[in-house]
């Protein structure tokens, strides 16, 4: 009889080690440290994949354009597993996306941030300007009926619950004062014409050769066809309104932006390891 | 005498009572004949048994019931969905009411041709996720067929020979070995009693070839290396080793000439894509067409698009055949739209150069010249820094199929107006991964538009007769008919009717996800002409509404 509890735990074991050994394959664990940091070959590709892949949002020396200034993740404390999860992942809620497999390698991500290592930066030093408290009035006076936050606002414009996480402080402040070319997808201003001569300006959500999508500027979402149109014309200036010197002082724009730098989203961070 | 009477008549009438009642059972029909993949499309419209229609790849159907003055009563006759997660890049075929089409993720189906049902339906399973290396999708490109029996490539490099009543397997064979990069997405080409196929891979270090397979037993019958070995010709135009993993991959259905029995393919791109460096010289037969022999797989001749290709260009595009009068000659042509800008029409005996003109914005090239060769522009090579080239990295056109109208005689393509920033830096290779050598971005900036065009090219001049704009580059193949129509579909997810006469719209559907990669095919059932419309997850079927059904049997 004992030759079958035997062979029972000689079964059970192998299961056991087949299981674990497909688990090691499938979920291999990452390491804490870059494996690539200082690899010249590493540096050079990944200095590469970023341009192609980054340096758009980033910028080519990765001080942020529309994206944060990423040379100081480090000073302020993010680990290189945290970067690359959030390479992988991307972060919710901001047009940063997330990298996949198999597409995006694990070796990828490394050597990416291998380059991004030697752009590294010490934290800043200066004094933050504003006092974003300060800064919420301003936005409930000038901004809110376009853009919301959290449970309030608009929906016009982009929704800004997590713009201190996809934005750079220096982009929003070009944003604001209207010295921005390009437009975010689906807030593109266009202004539909009807035969009758009437013009109904909107943001365009979608569009085909014989259709626009928008949101009105009543917040009306609504579809029209081109053929019953006399014109529909992709606008060059932003539906926000450039708020100039004269109409938003520096002190002023310094609390704004102090108050909108702050809004991090819910967790402040984005979860290590979200999505599937 | 009145007995022998009855005793002739019973003779005479006997077999064909058998074969009446046999017709009404339902009898097996013959068996697919290789004459019947010589004949193409036929003015009866019964099948389509060859990916590109027939073997010259016209995609021109001769059916006339669906013309540009009633193309607007098309309706809907069926929707079959896939339920997978990816979607169709394949060529439908159709015989006797049947439609055989190739999916997603090994998924392969018999569905009946008048009511979108399904009759069968195949799976191979994949091997675990991450591990296959197809580059850009799980996708399958559609079978071949001959006798009783489907061809199909499988993303992990095998060849398969299925039953066409059942699905079931009849033979497996490994083309290589997918760990190491290859995959077959390819839609087979049967010629004769041969099974011709070929790999993706490009991207992954393979060394390229296009295989043949004895139909009835999958016995190997010639390979074709497509990068050749060392020793033989060509070989010193990759420096040092960098032959054995130069890519040129050969992942869609060439074209095939039974007067000359020669098949035409069109070759990959070298690897690593963008590195001058790493593989210095022409990199023969990468981004070119070969013409071989078809019972040997012995080179006739070839013709480099692209020599020393440093963008991704792969000749991946469909060779499409036509006999043309050029300069007051009579010529036997193979016209070809390539990724590279140019749209080409060379002699098919020889593979010399006749026409070559850009189809596109194309910047890294002044002209072919009277070689054959492109005369290069400077500073199109890429680097770390980036150099900005007209077209893209996905080309001016690409594997999506175009048409050929031999009556005007006109060649139809979608063509992409898209340029990019290409890098390219040093790479080590590791097998099974990716080898690229660097990237490219598309370029983007209000003086940067990207968009398409559906371009109709008179092939003796390269010269375009019309155009169709879209408001995005376009990846839909096309369909064109005898009536003048062309069937096609933009990025939004439009299916379109355009006048095959003038570029003028006609009419649209909106499908919910763009003709992707392939094109529509038509045929006859019943007595209507059907219009199948492979769509993200979706076939359509459309025939008019006002065109009665012939009932098939009758009282």
Same mark, same amino acid.
Request: glycine share 10%; proline share 6%.
């Given at each position: 009889m004992k030759?079958?509890y035997?062979?029972?735990?000689?079964?059970?074991? #192998? &299961?056991a +080690?087949?299981?674990?050994?497909?688990?090691?394959v499938t979920?291999?664990?990452?390491?804490?440290?870059?494996?690539?940091?200082?690899?010249?070959?590493a540096?050079?590709?990944?200095?590469?994949a970023y341009?192609?892949?980054?340096?758009?949002?980033?910028?080519?020396?990765?001080?942020g354009?529309?994206?944060?200034?990423?040379?100081? /993740?480090?000073?302020?404390? !993010?680990t290189d597993?945290?970067?690359f999860r959030?390479?992988?992942?991307?972060?919710?809620?901001?047009?940063?996306?997330?990298f996949?497999? @198999?597409?995006t390698?694990d /070796?990828?991500?490394w050597?990416?941030?291998?380059?991004?290592?030697t752009?590294?930066?010490?934290?800043?030093?200066g004094?933050?300007?504003?006092?974003?408290t300060?800064?919420?009035?301003?936005?409930?006076a000038?901004?809110?009926?376009?853009?919301?936050?959290?449970?309030?606002g608009g929906?016009?414009?982009?929704?800004?619950?997590?713009?201190?996480a996809?934005?750079?402080?220096e982009?929003i402040?070009?944003?604001i004062r209207?010295n921005?070319?390009?437009?975010?997808?689906?807030?593109?201003?266009?202004?539909l014409?009807?035969?009758?001569?009437?013009?109904?300006r909107?943001?365009?959500?979608?569009?085909?050769?014989?259709?626009?999508?928008?949101?009105?500027?009543?917040?009306?979402?609504?579809?029209?066809?081109?053929?019953d149109?006399?014109t529909?014309?992709?606008?060059?200036?932003?539906?926000?309104p450039?708020?100039?010197?004269?109409?938003?002082s520096?002190?002023d724009?310094?609390?704004?932006?102090?108050?909108?730098?702050?809004?991090q989203?819910?967790?402040?961070?984005?979860p290590?390891g979200?999505g599937r | 005498?009145?007995?022998l009477?009855?005793?002739?008549?019973l003779?005479?009438?006997?077999?064909?009572?058998l074969?009446? #009642?046999l017709l009404?059972?339902?009898?097996p029909?013959?068996?697919?004949t290789?004459?019947e993949?010589?004949?193409g499309l036929?003015?009866d419209?019964?099948?389509?048994?060859?990916?590109?229609?027939?073997?010259?790849?016209?995609?021109?159907?001769?059916?006339?019931q669906?013309?540009?003055?009633?193309?607007?009563?098309? =309706?809907?006759?069926?929707?079959?969905?896939?339920?997978?997660?990816?979607?169709?890049?394949?060529?439908?075929?159709?015989r006797?009411?049947?439609l055989?089409?190739?999916?997603?993720?090994?998924l392969?189906?018999a569905i009946?041709?008048r009511?979108?049902?399904?009759?069968?339906?195949?799976?191979?399973?994949?091997p %675990?996720?991450?591990?296959?290396?197809?580059?850009c999708?799980?996708v399958?490109k559609?079978?071949?067929?001959?006798?009783?029996?489907?061809?199909?490539?499988?993303?992990?490099? +095998?060849?398969?020979?299925?039953?066409?009543?059942?699905?079931?397997?009849?033979?497996?064979?490994?083309?290589?070995?997918y760990?190491?990069?290859?995959a077959s997405?390819?839609?087979?080409? =049967?010629?004769?009693?041969k099974?011709?196929?070929? /790999?993706?891979?490009?991207?992954y270090g393979?060394?390229?070839?296009?295989?043949?397979?004895?139909a009835?037993?999958g016995?190997?019958?010639?390979?074709?290396?497509?990068?050749?070995?060392p020793?033989?010709?060509?070989?010193?135009?990759? *420096?040092?080793?960098?032959?054995?993993?130069?890519?040129a991959?050969?992942?869609v259905?060439?074209?095939?000439?039974?007067?000359?029995?020669l098949?035409?393919y069109?070759?990959?791109?070298?690897?690593?894509?963008?590195?001058?460096?790493?593989?210095?010289g022409?990199n023969?037969?990468?981004?070119?067409?070969?013409?071989?022999?078809?019972?040997?797989?012995?080179?006739?001749?070839?013709?480099?698009? $692209?020599? +020393?290709?440093l +963008?991704?260009?792969?000749?991946?595009?469909?060779?499409v055949?036509?006999?043309?009068?050029?300069?007051?000659?009579p010529?036997k042509v193979?016209m070809?739209?390539?990724?590279?800008?140019?749209?080409?029409?060379?002699?098919?005996?020889?593979?010399?150069?006749?026409v070559?003109? @850009?189809f596109?914005?194309?910047?890294?090239?002044?002209?072919?010249?009277?070689?054959g060769?492109?005369v290069?522009? @400077?500073g199109? /090579?890429?680097?770390?820094k980036?150099?900005?080239?007209?077209?893209? &990295?996905?080309g001016?056109?690409?594997?999506?199929?175009?048409?050929?109208?031999?009556?005007q005689?006109?060649?139809?393509?979608?063509?992409?107006e898209?340029? *990019?920033?290409?890098y390219?830096? !040093?790479?080590?290779?590791? @097998?099974?991964?990716?080898?690229?050598?660097?990237?490219?971005? !598309?370029?983007?900036?209000?003086d940067?538009?990207?968009?398409?065009?559906?371009?109709?090219?008179?092939? $003796?001049?390269?010269e375009r007769?019309?155009?169709?704009?879209?408001i995005? %580059?376009? $990846?839909?193949g096309?369909?064109?008919t005898?009536?003048?129509?062309?069937?096609?579909?933009?990025a939004e997810?439009?299916?379109?009717?355009?006048?095959?006469?003038?570029?003028?719209f006609?009419?649209?559907?909106?499908?919910?996800?763009?003709?992707?990669?392939? #094109?529509a095919?038509?045929?006859?059932?019943?007595?209507?002409?059907?219009?199948?419309?492979p769509?993200?997850?979706t076939l359509?079927?459309?025939?008019?509404?006002?065109?009665?059904?012939?009932?098939p049997?009758?009282?």
């Open positions: 030759w079958i035997t062979a029972l735990i000689v079964t059970v074991l #192998s &299961v +080690h087949v299981i674990a050994q497909d688990l090691f979920i291999p664990t990452l390491p804490t440290k870059n494996p690539l940091e200082g690899n010249a070959d540096i050079t590709a990944g200095m590469g341009r192609v892949r980054c340096a758009d949002c980033h910028g080519m020396d990765a001080r354009v529309r994206s944060p200034d990423i040379t100081q /993740v480090w000073a302020k404390g !993010r597993d945290a970067l959030t390479i992988r992942n991307g972060v919710p809620g901001t047009e940063m996306p997330a996949a497999a @198999p597409r390698s /070796v990828d991500i050597r990416i941030l291998a380059y991004l290592k752009l590294a930066a010490p934290a800043p030093t004094l933050a300007r504003g006092n974003a300060t800064g919420q009035n301003v936005f409930a000038n901004c809110i009926a376009c853009h919301r936050v959290g449970e309030h929906t016009l414009g982009p929704d800004l619950s997590r713009i201190g996809a934005r750079a402080r982009a402040a070009r944003q209207g921005v070319a390009d437009f975010r997808t689906g807030y593109e201003p266009v202004t014409t009807t035969p009758n001569g009437q013009e109904i909107g943001v365009k959500k979608n569009e085909d050769l014989f259709s626009v999508q928008i949101m009105d500027t009543g917040e009306r979402i609504q579809g029209y066809l081109r053929e149109m006399r529909v014309t992709n606008e060059k200036q932003s539906a926000m450039a708020f100039a010197a004269d109409r938003l520096d002190a724009l310094d609390d704004l932006l102090a108050y909108l730098t702050s809004l989203g819910a967790n402040g961070e984005n290590a979200g | 005498m009145y007995r009477v009855v005793r002739l008549m003779v005479g009438l006997g077999p064909a009572i074969a009446a #009642s009404a059972q339902g009898a029909p013959p068996l697919v290789p004459q993949l010589l004949d036929k003015p419209g019964a099948h389509w048994l060859v990916f590109g229609g027939g073997y010259e790849n016209h995609r021109h159907s001769p059916l006339t669906i013309t540009p003055e009633n193309v607007g009563r098309l =309706v809907p006759q069926w929707v079959f969905q896939t339920d997978t997660p990816a979607r169709f890049e394949t060529t439908p075929l159709l006797d009411n049947v055989y089409v190739t999916g997603p993720l090994n392969a189906w009946d041709a009511t979108g049902r399904e009759i069968w339906r195949y799976r191979r399973e994949l %675990p996720t991450g591990s296959l290396t197809a580059c999708g799980l399958n559609g079978f071949g067929v001959l006798g009783d029996r489907l061809f199909m490539t499988t993303l992990d490099a +095998h060849l398969l020979a299925l039953d066409m009543k059942t699905g079931a397997v009849a033979w497996d064979v490994t083309l290589e070995d760990r190491k990069g290859y997405t390819i839609a087979p080409l =049967v010629v004769k009693d099974v011709i196929v070929g /790999v993706a891979g490009g991207e393979i060394r390229g070839f296009i295989d043949a397979y004895d009835k037993t016995k190997q019958a010639w390979r074709f290396y497509t990068i050749p070995g020793g033989e010709p060509g070989n010193d135009t990759w *420096a040092g080793d960098s032959w054995q993993r130069g890519g991959g050969v992942w259905t060439g074209a095939y000439d039974p007067a000359l029995n098949l035409y069109g070759i990959g791109n070298p690897g690593p894509d963008y590195h001058s460096e790493s593989r210095k022409d023969l037969y990468s981004d070119s067409i070969v013409a071989l022999d078809a019972d040997t797989g012995k080179l006739r001749w070839h013709y480099q698009f $692209t020599p +020393h290709d +963008h991704d260009w792969d000749a991946t595009e469909v060779p055949l036509a006999d043309l009068t050029i300069a007051g000659q010529r193979v070809f739209a390539n990724r590279n800008g140019f749209y080409y029409t060379l002699d098919r005996t020889d593979g010399k150069l006749i070559a003109k @850009p596109v914005i194309t910047t890294w090239a002044k002209e072919v010249g009277p070689d060769r492109p290069l522009l @400077p199109h /090579v890429p680097d770390e980036g150099a900005l080239t007209c077209p893209d &990295v996905t001016a056109t690409n594997f999506w199929p175009p048409s050929y109208d031999p009556a005689r006109l060649f139809f393509v979608n063509a992409r898209v340029c *990019a920033t290409y390219a830096w !040093r790479q080590e290779y590791v @097998p099974g991964e990716r080898f690229t050598g660097g990237a490219a971005q !598309r370029a983007r900036g209000a940067m538009r990207a968009y398409g065009a559906l371009r109709a090219i008179d092939p $003796t001049t390269g007769r019309w155009e169709f704009e879209y995005s %580059p376009s $990846t839909s096309l369909l064109s005898a009536s003048g129509l062309i069937f096609s579909g933009d997810g439009n299916f379109l009717a355009i006048d095959a006469r003038s570029g003028k006609l009419w649209r559907f909106q499908m919910g996800s763009a003709l992707h990669g392939t #094109s095919i038509t045929y006859m059932l019943d007595g209507r002409q059907h219009v199948l419309v769509t993200g997850t359509t079927s459309w025939a008019l509404s006002d065109v009665p059904r012939e009932k049997f009758t009282n």
